[in-house]
């Protein structure tokens, strides 16, 4: 699939879950409860995705090409036949990196105004 | 786990079933995780925002297919808004009328509860009720909470800087307070008022035009024919009561000398029923009352009867009649928008086969599928709805025409929310049906047949849908040419009727004088000659001259004949129009002189009684025997006929008018006959009659600077306003007629053209074979021509039916009239033949090689 900057930018900014969605999948293909439990571990516990938020993203992300159900299968062992795997496409990829250097920048913008996180 | 999966089913199927296995295993894995409870609370709270989320995402989707697809197909997009707007906004104008004029409730509290009480005599069922049987029907019956009289007249307005003629209602102190209204400013006359302090009401027409809206006139003092009157209200604007034209109420008092006559029949009864007593119960307690009264009163009573009707059927069954056959052509309408919009559908899908094929083969399931075209038909059916919404608006205000006079209503009715409603789900059923069908066969195993290249589009079962169809419209469209076409020939007739007097070049105006003032006959006779001697000196008057009531200005002003000797008989067969009439009258207004002489100058009270009658009236009293000289008791004299005039048809051009009689105006006591003392002046000119009308009012101010001029209208108009309820209704027929045939005209061509495109293999083939084009094109003129008969044999039989429904509409025309039939059916047949000539000018034109060649 090809794509242009414009199509990138036409997404952005990207809704949270589908960014989270993003992430986790950068590292490997995964299946859906693979992905909501990667976004609670990797957020401390502070986001947990419904099943229905989850999937109605997937939906609309498999649309829009940024990512594609997997055809590759884990080792046959730990492979359950009936779940879904979805990889990242390189259009998601692509998003992916905008939105993090967008969201990179809004930080170097708000550090610069003094705005500092709080340390607890 | 079931029960899971039967929450699953908010989320639109293809959804589900994408998803619906994980989501449960999801789930499952949630159960283990949280716990049983904890799970389910959070399912709930997950599912029910996601569901509604997808469901718009969906939406969305197909609106945007459906945009973009209609942008692509704007001939269709706009064929289809236009139908659809035509049907919804015709059945929205129509039944927004009808059921104004004939469902609604008036609007008076309680309004069901509320009845006239008339008199009957023989010939009239609704007869006006003398003042001593309303006191008696008071008196003795107790079906009712209260009951009322009024009467109409008008007075005139003296003090602003022209006098103005008001109408004005006469009610007895308890009528309003029946009615259950109340002022908008002040209050309504009570019991609590007296004759001894003559008070007003006006209405909110008058207030607005005559005080300027000014709230600090309650109180104020006017003159209304001479009679000082303090104002103590005003209405509000929706207080039609008696009819919609009444500009101020005062009360009505019944003395002695009112009360003494039992046969002067002058008041209208209103009746509210008592809590708990039945229209029925109320209805025999006035025959039993009026049997009572009949045998106190056996000479006067004789031939009298009583009937109680609701306030609701005081509207006559033509008025019904010209309704509801307008409601049948609205709704002949509505099929045919229904059957055309199912027809372009049915053709719509048929070229979009191969594309819901590819979208199918793609992966859409039938869900998807069915979804998307649902959606195109709703957008469809709201684009045109919200158009007939447009229609409805622009076409009531032309149907007001046929909102009877007689009703105490608006004039003009709003828009029904309801009705539109309905009209919008009969359009939108048949648009999601229509729009359906194709997507039925898209899902089926013959889903891939689509795609395959070379496939003859189109098939068999559904030509056949489309041909019904088709009948269907060439039937409705038959219907209302026939229908229209009765119509228009019973206009053809009642135009042609001799109403017994020239109308053209007469102009008519209206000076009604205050009874008390030109109480004595020589007062107001001075007032005649001195006006009529200076309109008649105008140029280009050729005459002028005054009578009681210009012809079908009035229907009543019927008097019993005496035969000298005998008893006068209360009976239809016996009685005669009763008009004062100024020498000339005759001549002005167009009425010939058969024989004998006019009235003349010097017939007074001193010179013997005499009168002018029609050849009716001769003919009935002394048929073979010359009338001239003979005698007959007539308004309290003996009168002796001089002369005899033609007929006229006073009470109207549908109706059955009287014999007619006309007294000389001097030939009456003072203060006798008042409501015959003449009033309508009429003129006849050579010039254009409208353009005398400032002179004469001029010349009206000079001789009585306090008597105003009203009801200005030429004696055309007047003629005309006999058919104008008709012709409005007319004109709207006629052009959903046209309509409809134009509709059916494009259906016939729309798939025919079709025909030809998806045989033209097979007309291909024919004509390499060696069929004739002649021969080619009469095939497609044929199969044309057999579907419109098809429609037509149906639509003659149901519009025959409908004639007869109308029957009493058609004056003269019967419902199974040859020529109108056999018009409208050529007109239909011709129609057809013109849609049939381009595709069957095209089948014959079809290249055999290219056909054969894109197989």
Known sequence: MTYTPADVDALLPLPPVSFHILVALADGDRHGYAIIQDVEVRTDGELRLGAGTLYRSIHRMLEQGLIAESSRRPARAVDDERRRYYRLTPFGTAVARAETRRLTQLVRLARARGLMPETT | ?????????????????????ELTRLFQQRIADEGCAAAWLGEIADVVPNAIAVHGDILRQDMRYTLRSMRRTPGFVITAMLVVALGVGANTAAFTVADFVLIRPLPFPRSDRLVKIWERTPGYARMEVSPPNYRDWKALTTSYSGMGAYTTNAANLVGGDVPRRLATALVTFDLMPLLGVNALLGRTITPGDSLGNPVAVLSYAVWQSQFGGDPSVIGRVIRLDGTPRVLIGVMPPTFNFPTRDTDVWVPLGLGAPLLADRTNNLLEVLGRLRPGVSFAQAASEAQMVNAQLAQKYPKELENTGISVLHLRDELSSKSRLLLLALCGAALCILLLACANLANLLLARAIARQRELSVRSALGAGRERIVRQLVTESVVLALL?????VLVAKLAIPALTELVPEGLPIAEQPTLDGRILLFAALVIGATGIAFGLLPAMRAGGAKAFAGLRSGVREGGGRRQRARAVLVAVEVAASVVLLISSGLLVRTMWRLQAVDPGFRADGVLKLRTALPYQKYAPTLRRADFYSRVLARVRALPGVTSAAYTSFAPMTM??????????????????????????????????????????????DADDTTRTFVAV????????????????GKRFGFAFHQRTVVGIVGNVRFRGIERQSEPQVYLPTKQVEDSSLVFYAPNDLVVRARVTPASLAPAIRQIVRAVDPEQPVSDVELMTGVVAAQTSSRMAQLRVLGILALVALLLAGVGLH???AFTVSARSQEIGVRLALGAQSRTIARMILREGLVLTLAGVIPGVAIAYAGGRAMQSLLVGVKPGDAATIGAAVAICILAAIVGCLRPALRASRVDPIAALKSE
Do not use: K
């Not at chain 2, 045109?384 to 007939?388: D, E, L, N, V």
């Not at chain 2, 209360?570 to 058969?594: C, Q």
């Open chain 2, 750 to 752: 729309g798939l025919l």
């Open chain 2, 384 to 388: 045109g709805g919200g158009a007939g």
């Open chain 2, 1 to 21: 786990m079931r029960l899971y999966r039967a929450l699953l089913h908010l989320y639109p199927s293809s959804f589900r079933n994408e998803y619906g296995d």
């Open chain 2, 555 to 600: 229907g009543g002003g019927v008097w019993p004949v005496g035969t000298i000797g005998q008893p006068v008989i209360r009976d239809n067969a016996n009685t005669a129009s009763l008009r004062f009439v100024t020498p000339r009258y005759f001549e002005t207004i167009g009425i010939p002189i058969r024989r004998g002489r006019d009235v003349e």
């Open chain 2, 613 to 628: 009658v029609s050849e009716s009236f001769a003919q009935r009293y002394w048929p073979n025997e010359d009338a001239i």
